[in-house]
């Protein structure tokens, strides 16, 4: 059954001003351990992580659906 389960990954956006406690916490949280790395060990996101914190961002890409409308119409 597994090997039949195909996931797709869609990137969504944040408004750090809209969120909870506890998730601006744990944003907070994220934030100081990426910031304490080597900034060689940072991951893309890792980095894009850092530099957009405390914003609203948006990382949606409706062309990232196209591999979704495939797979249902195949």
Do not use: N, W
Not at 38 to 55: F, N, P, R, V
Not at 62 to 68: H, V, Y
């Amino acid at each position: 059954m597994q090997k039949k389960i195909v996931v797709y990954h869609l990137r969504g956006g944040i408004d750090y001003a809209r969120l909870g406690l506890i998730h601006k916490s744990m944003m907070a949280m994220l934030h100081s351990v990426l910031a304490k790395k080597d900034s060689s060990a940072l991951s893309q996101e890792d980095k894009q992580m850092l530099d957009t914190y405390g914003k609203a961002v948006d990382f949606t890409d409706k062309a990232a659906i196209k591999p979704i409308v495939e797979f249902v119409r195949a």
